[in-house]
């Protein structure tokens, strides 16, 4: 499944199809370049979801938690400064990840050996135009 973001007015069209298409589904590993909009499109995500806080970068904490309005909670995770695997698991990752709450992992190749199987990937690019694709894997929500 692919989808289109030609300008910022059309991401709270496309977090609402994206969360439509994935369902369930708890943990997201997001790819793509620095830059392409991989935290952008977790806060429109949190607005989706009704987060009673404003979504923000986790770059300098690893993790922040976020409740919704449903009373529901979720975690927004970038791993870019992390130096190994083991700063993850000392961290407790595995705890969030298998812990029924989504998860949506910038990053998330540092990590990639403690992603559940059923992760659903997300391919983050930017077009020549401008515009930004994200692609996800249709075999997970297939599965």
């Known amino acids: 499944m692919k989808w289109l973001i030609r300008n910022t007015g059309e991401l709270d069209a496309t977090a609402a199809s994206f969360l439509e298409t994935v369902k369930d589904m708890k943990v997201f590993a997001f790819y793509g370049a620095m830059g392409v909009g991989k935290t952008t499109f977790v806060k429109a995500l949190g607005k989706a979801l009704g987060a009673t806080d404003e979504v923000s970068s986790p770059t300098f904490s690893i993790v922040n938690e976020y409740h919704t309005s449903e009373g529901d909670v979720f ?7 992390i130096n190994n695997i083991e700063e993850a698991l000392d961290f407790g990752v595995e705890e969030y ?7 949506f992992i910038e990053w998330s190749e540092k990590i990639e050996e403690l992603l559940p199987p059923d992760t659903v990937c997300c391919y983050f690019r930017e077009l020549p135009d401008g515009s930004r ?6 075999d997970v929500l297939n599965s």
């Open 75 to 81: 975690y927004h995770f970038d791993f870019y400064r």
């Open 97 to 103: 990840f298998y812990g029924g709450r989504r998860c």
């Open 133 to 138: 694709e994200i692609d996800i894997d249709d």
